[in-house]
C-alpha cells in the first residue's frame, strides 16, 4: 500500500475519532448552585446513525409497531438520484422516509421515499406520528400558496403498508382550523408559520394540542381534516421562560398524560449558559415537559421548571433541539428529538427522575 495513503487514512481516522470524542464530552457543566433546581436527569444519548445517502435525516415520528418501531423523518435525499439534486442544489426537497428500529432503535430497514410530489413545493417536515383504531397516522407540515404567498400549514397521512413490505403515506388531507385566526389576532400563532400541533388519544378519540399557553385542544375528523376547538385552558403558565411550543405526542403517565415540548430564546437571558459555544443566530433551544389531565378539559397539572438537561443534550452546535416522538416503558421515557436539522438522536429519563414544579 502507498505509504502516503497510509499515512493520509491513519490521520483522517484519527481527527475523525477525535471530533466524535470531542462531541460527546462536550457536555455542559451545570453550575453547583443551579444544579439543584435542573433536570439533570438524562441516563444515555444514542445517534441513530443511517446510511450516507440519506440527507440530513430529522426530527423523527415514532411508534411502536409489534416487536419493532416504525419511524417517519424528514430527509433531504433518499436515493442517488435525490442526493445528487441536494448536493448541487437541483430543486431541493424536503422527503418524509418510513424506516424501521429494532428494540435497540438501531435502524434495520430503509423503506426509501415515502412522500414525493404530492405537497405543493415539497417541504414537509416535523412529522408525528401516532397509532389510532389499528392504523398509524402522521401529522406533519408543509407549504401552500394562498394569493402568492408561501405559508405553512399542517397536514395529515396514513401510513399504509403495501403487500411487498414497503410503506406508503396515503389520503393526505391537509387539517382545517377556521378558529386559528383567532390566535393570529392575539399574536398568539404566526399567522405564517402554523404548526407545532401535538396529537394524543383519549378514551377513543384523536385530539391536537394547537398551543400550550394557553392549552389549546382541537378534536380532529380524520375523514375531512376538519378540526374543531373543544377547549381553552390559561389556568396555568408552564414555566417562566420563553413560549413553550409543541413538541411531541402526548402519552399517558400514570392517570395523566404527559408531552415534551421545546422553547427557544435569544439574547443573554436565554438558556446560553447550557451551552459552551454561546453564539447561535437561530436562538437557543431547550426541552421542558408537563403533566394534563385525561379528562376534559384537560388542564394543565404540573410541570418541569428547567431545562431537561445532562449527558451532551447541549452540544449541538447550532442550539437545535427539537422533540417530535415520545416513547415509554416501565421504568424509563424514550424521547426522539432532531439536533440541527441533520441527525437524529433517542435520549433515555428514568420517569421518576423528571422534577416536577409541584
Known amino acids: 500500500m502507498n505509504k502516503k495513503f497510509l499515512f493520509l487514512l491513519l490521520s483522517s481516522s484519527f481527527t475523525l475519532s477525535i471530533l466524535y470524542f470531542l462531541r460527546i464530552w462536550n457536555c455542559v457543566e451545570i453550575p453547583d448552585d443551579l444544579k439543584k433546581s435542573f433536570n439533570c436527569v438524562v441516563d444515555s444519548t444514542k445517534e441513530i446513525k443511517f446510511p450516507y445517502i440519506i440527507g440530513k435525516p430529522c426530527n423523527p415520528g415514532v411508534i411502536q409497531c ?3 418501531y ?9 436515493d442517488i438520484l435525490s442526493w445528487i439534486k441536494w448536493k448541487f442544489r437541483i430543486n431541493p426537497k424536503n422527503y418524509l422516509c418510513i424506516f424501521k428500529l429494532d428494540k435497540k432503535f438501531n435502524l434495520i430497514e430503509n423503506n426509501g421515499n415515502v412522500l414525493r410530489g404530492v405537497k405543493v413545493n415539497n417541504r414537509a417536515g416535523d412529522p408525528r406520528l401516532i397509532s389510532f383504531n389499528g392504523e398509524a397516522y402522521v401529522f406533519f407540515n408543509d407549504d401552500v400558496y394562498e394569493n402568492e404567498k408561501r405559508l405553512i400549514r399542517m397536514f395529515v397521512g396514513k401510513v399504509v403498508k403495501k403487500n411487498d413490505g414497503n410503506f406508503q403515506i396515503e389520503d393526505v388531507k391537509r387539517l382545517k382550523f377556521d378558529g386559528g385566526k383567532e390566535y393570529y389576532d392575539r399574536k398568539l400563532v404566526n399567522e405564517n408559520h402554523d404548526k407545532n400541533w401535538s396529537p394524543f388519544i383519549v378514551d ?8 400550550i399557553e394557553p392549552h389549546v385542544i382541537l378534536k380532529v375528523n380524520l375523514e ?4 374543531e376547538k373543544i377547549v381553552e385552558n ?3 403558565s408552564v414555566w417562566c421562560h420563553s413560549t413553550p411550543r409543541g413538541g411531541t405526542p402526548a402519552i399517558q403517565f400514570k392517570d395523566n398524560y404527559i408531552t415534551i415540548f421545546h422553547s427557544k ?6 438558556f446560553s449558559f447550557l451551552y459552551k459555544d454561546k453564539t447561535s443566530k437561530h436562538g437557543v433551544y431547550c426541552f421542558g415537559a408537563y403533566i394534563f389531565n385525561r379528562e376534559y378539559p384537560f388542564n394543565i397539572i404540573k410541570s418541569v421548571d428547567a431545562p431537561i438537561s445532562g449527558n451532551a443534550l447541549y452540544a449541538s452546535k447550532n442550539k437545535i433541539i427539537y422533540p417530535t416522538a415520545l416513547l415509554s416503558d416501565n421504568n424509563h421515557f424514550y424521547i426522539f428529538y432532531g439536533e ?9 429519563i428514568h420517569k421518576e427522575a423528571l422534577k416536577f414544579s409541584h
Open 234 to 236: 390559561s389556568n396555568y
Open 204 to 211: 377513543n378519540e384523536l385530539y391536537l394540542i394547537y398551543l
Open 224 to 227: 375531512n381534516g376538519v378540526c
Open 340 to 348: 440541527d436539522d441533520r441527525r437524529i438522536f433517542v435520549l433515555t
Open 265 to 270: 430564546e435569544k439574547g443573554e437571558k436565554s
Open 70 to 78: 416504525l419511524m417517519v423523518s424528514r430527509t433531504k435525499s433518499y
Open 66 to 68: 409489534d416487536d419493532e
